[in-house]
Every structure is written in structure tokens, then in C-alpha cells.
């Protein structure tokens, strides 16, 4: 499979169609069609089955996506590494990141980045949850992932997977400031009130780290909403829609009037990481990896 072959064949992938992928790759669609055939032709098995207008792959093709994304990921690699030797540092790097890394600490690792490298682009996709960044990192879909570690989670050690940690933060319960005025800081399990629960789809670390808790503490807990959105979990709280576990960071970010964070008793404690393939990683990808990790130092000394 040459580049442009496998550039072609993601595009369908991506696009759901030859229409859509040819428009995106400024490609007349018959030559797109037949690159398409020749790549099934040569592997000698189809790649697509056609649904309504669209396509979809077939159970080789689903297995040529991961290949076709590193093979693109290593050629781009490879350019970018030729251009740092001539000292034309303009690269590019994919990010994936949980709505909490989106907050923090990302912003600022990106603008230590660009002030560093005016050049670089940054492209950022956000994720719902670890797992689905872990398997974007091994894809090839993205090449830096920024989101929660847990020790109760052991899937973390993923072969192929390097993990960095940065920083750690606390998680604290948002509460209707009438219903705070009320309760001791930090708060214990049993001193929770009787408020809905508002929480973040399932799946991401911090909801599946405040469940634990609760469980070992025996504390059960109703939900009231379960939103993808978790910037609208503050504002339902000052909303009197419930309560909701958030970061530290995020209540320092969000000052929310009529809302106040309290810590639990005992602590709930997440570190935020940052994880890549094993190997070499693109010059502007390592960059902002050394970033993170030379303000992950500053921070510790």
C-alpha cells in the first residue's frame, strides 16, 4: 500500500463516501474510485461495502485502518523531522484531550508551545473519555492524548503506551451555595445532602474514580441529569438541577456565582497525564511533550 493509496482509502473512511473524500481531497471522483479498486485489487479483497449512498468497511477494510493511519502518521513524521534538520520548524501535531484537559493544563502548554514555535499548528479533538483517547494514541488518530489517571485503574498500562504523568488535582462536590452554608469542608460521604446527582456521560476517569469512592463508602447517590456537555454541569448546579463532582481547577476556573465547592472526606484525588506511542514521535508532537514535561519540573521544584 503506497501513501497516496492509503490517503485515499481514510478519506473514504472518514468522509463515508468517495462523493465527500473526493471533495475534501480536491480529487475528481472517478480517479478516486479507481485508486479505491486498485488498492482492492492488489490486496485482492474488497475494502467497502455500499449501504444507501454511502460506504462502509468491510472486515478488511476495518482491519487496513489502523495500518493506513500509521503509515500516513510515519510518512508526516519523516517530513517533519527532514524540515527540523533544515531548521524549518513548521509541524503540526494532533492532540486528543478530555473536557477537564481541555481546561487545564492544555491552554497553557499550547501557548508555551506556539510562543516557542510560532510555526506549529495544533489541531485538538476532544474525547469523553480516557479510553476512547487511548485508543485515538494507538490509531494513529491523534498523537499526544491528555486525560485522568486513577490508581484504581489498571487498564492505564496499555502496551505500546507510553504515560506521563503532570499534575495532580482534587476532586471537589459542587453545591447550590444555600445548601453549602450548611455542611463542614472537607465533607464526609454520610453529610452528603439529598440532591440529584449531576453527571458526565459514562466513561471518563473522574466519574468512574467518584463512583468508586462512593461505593467503598456505602454512599448511593441518584442521578438527576446525565450530560456529554461537562461546561454545563456548573451552571445546571447554580440552576438547582443537583450537585456535581468536579476538579479543583474547575471550580477555581468556572466562579460560578451561587456555587461552592466543597472537598470530600476522605480526598478523591486524580492525576492528569499525558500519553503517546511508543517510539519516535513527530518533532512538533515531541515538542509539546517536552512542554508539558519542563512545566510538570518548574511545577515540582
Not at 509541524?91 to 499550547?110: F, K, R, W
Amino acid at each position: 500500500m503506497e501513501f497516496r493509496q492509503a490517503e485515499h482509502f481514510l478519506a473514504v473512511i472518514d468522509h463515508g463516501g468517495v462523493v465527500r473524500a473526493a471533495a475534501a481531497l480536491h480529487l475528481a471522483q472517478p480517479s478516486l474510485s479507481q485508486s479505491i479498486r486498485v488498492l482492492e485489487r492488489e490486496l485482492g479483497t474488497p475494502l467497502f461495502h455500499r449501504v444507501g449512498r454511502g460506504l462502509v468497511p468491510t472486515p478488511a477494510g476495518k482491519d487496513l485502518i489502523k495500518p493506513a493511519r500509521q503509515l500516513l502518521r510515519d510518512v508526516a513524521t519523516a517530513h517533519a523531522s527532514v524540515a527540523e534538520l533544515s531548521g524549518l520548524y513548521n509541524g503540526h501535531v494532533d492532540v486528543g484531550a478530555t473536557a477537564s484537559a481541555c481546561e487545564s493544563p492544555l491552554p497553557v502548554l499550547i501557548g508555551d508551545l506556539r510562543r516557542a514555535y510560532p510555526r506549529v499548528t495544533v489541531r485538538v479533538r476532544e474525547y469523553s473519555s480516557e479510553s476512547d483517547i487511548t485508543r485515538a494514541v494507538l490509531d494513529g488518530s491523534v498523537e499526544l492524548g491528555f486525560g485522568f489517571l486513577a490508581p484504581e485503574v489498571e487498564d492505564q498500562d496499555q502496551p505500546g503506551v507510553e504515560v506521563h504523568p503532570l499534575s495532580t488535582d482534587e476532586m471537589c462536590v459542587a453545591l447550590p451555595a444555600s445548601v453549602a452554608a450548611e455542611l463542614p469542608d472537607p465533607l464526609p460521604y454520610d453529610q452528603l445532602p439529598d440532591l440529584p446527582a449531576i453527571a458526565v456521560t459514562s466513561g471518563s476517569r473522574a466519574r468512574t474514580t467518584v463512583e468508586a469512592a462512593l461505593r467503598r463508602a456505602a454512599r448511593r447517590t441518584r442521578l438527576g441529569v446525565v450530560t456529554a456537555h461537562r461546561q454545563s454541569a456548573i451552571p445546571l448546579v447554580a440552576a438547582g438541577a443537583g450537585m456535581c463532582w468536579i476538579t479543583r481547577q474547575q471550580a477555581a476556573n468556572a466562579d460560578e456565582p451561587g456555587v461552592v465547592a466543597r472537598a470530600s472526606d476522605p480526598p478523591i484525588m486524580l492525576t492528569m497525564a499525558v500519553l503517546h506511542r511508543a517510539g519516535v514521535l513527530a518533532p512538533a508532537a515531541r515538542a509539546l511533550l517536552e512542554v508539558a514535561l519542563s512545566r510538570r519540573d518548574m511545577m515540582a521544584g
